[in-house]
């Protein structure tokens, strides 16, 4: 499998970006799963949100819930993180991720269940 993110840039607080994670590799099953992560300087990597790739299961933080939303565009093997209303604290490079489809739903915030990763894009947000 093979994730390519994009679309970071700057942006002022209160404004939107959409990254997108074109993926590759494979044919995806309803039940795969797509993550988005983050990792602001000098901090460890943190859930952002997650879906099957159905789309029937959709979770997000706390931080970011009502802010940002998965969707896909299945013909162009893509998922897409909408980010509204940014926030500095936003501010971090951003990361797709894969898990197969065993993967238990309750365990899609643990970064460890997810085996394929894109390179990152970086998100700045100024205030």
């Known amino acids: 499998v093979q994730l390519q993110a994009s679309g970071g840039g700057l942006a002022e607080a209160g404004g939107s970006l959409r990254l997108s994670c074109a993926a590759s590799g494979r044919t995806f099953g309803s039940r795969d799963v797509m993550g988005w992560f983050r990792q602001a300087p000098g901090k460890e990597r943190e859930f952002v949100g997650a879906a099957r790739w159905s789309m029937g299961s959709v979770a997000y933080s706390d931080s970011v819930k009502g802010r940002f939303t998965i969707s896909r565009d299945n013909a162009k093997n893509t998922v897409y993180l909408q980010m509204n209303n940014l926030k500095p604290e936003d501010t971090a490079v951003y990361y797709c991720?894969?898990?197969?489809?065993?993967?238990?739903?309750?365990?899609?915030?643990?970064?460890?269940?997810?085996?394929?990763w894109g390179q990152g894009t970086l998100v700045t947000v100024s205030s």
């Open positions: 991720a894969f898990a197969r489809g065993t993967i238990i739903w309750s365990e899609i915030r643990r970064k460890d269940n997810y085996a394929y």
